[in-house]
């Protein structure tokens, strides 16, 4: 079965960084578009970043020139590297797949933007 299981959310100070990870099993991870969503409490879910099986990426707005997509086929598994992070970035993150019509989702990294 499809699993997503994130990795690399914590606390860091405004203008930090951190390397979130998902790691992917039960499908074929080279042939399938991969993507980031983050949730805030109380706000609606929505795309950060995605990147496609051949590794053409796309990026919400809001996080052009600070955050990167990137894939590890060797490994299974998708990163996102976050930089100049902000307040308004804390939420959770989450890596989704869409496998055969069906969406699957991680359980979510926490990313806590705050002095």
């Known amino acids: 079965q499809v699993q997503l299981v994130e990795s690399g959310g914590g606390l860091v100070q405004p203008g930090g960084s951190l390397r979130l990870s998902c790691a992917a099993s039960g499908f074929t991870f080279s042939h399938y578009a991969m993507s980031w969503y983050r949730q805030a409490p109380g706000q609606v879910r929505e795309l950060v970043a995605s990147?496609?099986?051949?590794?053409?990426?796309n990026y919400a707005d809001f996080v052009k020139g600070r955050f990167t997509i990137s894939r590890d086929n060797g490994k299974n598994t998708v990163y996102l590297q976050m930089n100049s992070l902000n307040p308004e970035d804390t939420a959770t993150y989450l890596c989704?797949?869409?496998?055969?019509?069906?969406?699957?989702w991680g359980q979510g990294t926490q990313v806590t933007v705050s002095e």
């Open positions: 989704s797949v869409i496998v055969i019509w069906t969406t699957y």
């Open positions: 990147i496609t099986s051949a590794g053409v990426t």
